[in-house]
Each structure stands twice: as C-alpha cells, then as structure tokens.
T-cell receptor
Framework: LAKTTQPISMDSYEGQEVNITCSHN???????ITWYQQFPSQGPRFIIQ???TKVTNEVASLFIPADRKSSTLSLPRVSLSDTAVYYC?????????????FGTGTRLKVLA | DGGITQSPKYLFRKEGQNVTLSCEQN?????MYWYRQDPGQGLRLIYY???????QKGDIAEGYSVSREKKESFPLTVTSAQKNPTAFYLC?????????????FGDGTRLSIL
C-alpha cells in the first residue's frame, strides 16, 4: 500500500530552522517531490520541488537522499507567519497505476 | 494573471439536493483535479481528468460526478447520494501526469448542509 507519511505536528520558535520530513516509499521513478504550504480556508501554495539531492530557493531548501524514499523540507529562520500546515506530494505507481498522493500533513506552529 | 478560479466560495446544500462547484483555469493545463479536505485532515482525491472528455475516479468518488467538456473547466457535482458532503473542496490543475511542473490550486469552496 502506497503511503506518504509526515509528522502530525511541530512547534518551533521564531528565528529557528525547521525541518519536516516526508516518507514516500513507493515514489515513481521519474517523479518529482513537491511541497506545499496551506493556511486555513485557502488552497495549498507551492513552496519547492525537487528530484534528487538538494534544491534551494528563496524560501526553503529540499533535501532528497539517493534512494528518494524520503525528503526533508527545511525552512530557515521561521517567523510567526510560517505557522501553517505543510504537505508533501509525490507520484506513485501502484499495481501499474500512476497517481499523485499527498502526505498526511504537518501542522507547524511558530511561537514568539 | 493566470490561475484557477473556484466558485462560489461558500455553498449550502439542502437535503436531497444536487449542487455544482465550479472550477475554471486559464493556465492551459491538460490535467485537472478535485480534492476534498475535512477539518484538520489532509487532501483526498475525488476525481481527476487528464484530457478533455475523459476523467477517472479518485479514492473517494462515490456521491460525486464530474464533466470535462472544455479544457479550462472541470465542474464537480455533489449529488444527494453523498451523505456527508460538508467539507472544503479544492480544485487543482497541472500540465499533465508525469510532468515535473507542480499542481496549482484554487482557493476552495466550503460546502455546508442546511
């Protein structure tokens, strides 16, 4: 059974680095790993995407080990406005069928 | 500005009534998706469409129906057979399955029972 799992919740303080891991043991060979941020009553917003090793943009970094069965979203120096739910999204192939699966979501709370 | 527009933002359904949620995109994306999100929960796939006039069931399709007559439009109907329709519904579009481009999301429709 294809599963994409994340920690349910995390707390952090302003200015700290936060790392959120997603396990995706059935990721399809050619598929990318995408991370989203969601605020209440809004649609998920794209943060970062990668295929392997490390990707960095202006808001986050994404670390992907060689086996690609997990990925880690890194948010440097979080602020109160980073309080949100974070989801990973991967494509998986199960019984010959390709489909996208969202992770279970991680609720990040940033404290002052 | 390119993007996805969902309407209405809030919708109420009476017992035994069908309601239709609208989703329009001007991103020229081939694939479109409908997700359901319950309070404090993740996103579950209802239906998806990779191309006009074709669509497939997701994980929780019972009680829902869709159509894809135009590339830019993918309306979702919540039928009276869906006994627990209260949820937040999200529409997304994508260049296509296997593409390395991310899915883009609308801002959702919140459906409640009267």
């Amino acid at each position: 059974l294809a599963k994409t799992t994340q920690p349910i919740s995390m707390d952090s303080y302003e200015g700290q680095e936060v790392n959120i891991t997603c396990s995706h043991n059935n990721i399809a060979t050619n598929d990318y790993i995408t991370w989203y941020q969601q605020f209440p009553s809004q649609g998920p917003r794209f943060i970062i995407q990668g295929y392997k090793t490390k990707v960095t943009n202006e808001v986050a970094s994404l670390f992907i080990p060689a086996d690609r069965k997990s990925s880690t979203l890194s948010l440097p120096r979080v602020s109160l406005s980073d309080t949100a739910v974070y989801y990973c999204l991967v494509g998986v192939t199960t019984s010959g069928t390709y489909k996208y699966i969202f992770g279970t979501g991680t609720r990040l709370k940033v404290l002052a | 500005d390119g993007g996805i527009t969902q309407s209405p933002k809030y919708l109420f359904r009476k017992e035994g009534q069908n309601v239709t949620l609208s989703c329009e995109q001007n991103l020229n994306h081939d694939a479109m998706y409908w997700y359901r999100q319950d309070p404090g929960q993740g996103l579950r796939l209802i239906y998806y469409s990779q191309i006009v006039n074709d669509f497939q069931k997701g994980d929780i399709a019972e009680g829902y129906s869709v159509s894809r007559e135009k590339k830019e439009s993918f309306p979702l109907t919540v039928t009276s057979a869906q006994k627990n329709p209260t949820a937040f519904y999200l529409c997304a579009s994508h260049r296509g399955l296997g593409s390395n481009q991310p899915q883009h999301f609308g801002d959702g429709t919140r459906l409640s029972i009267l």
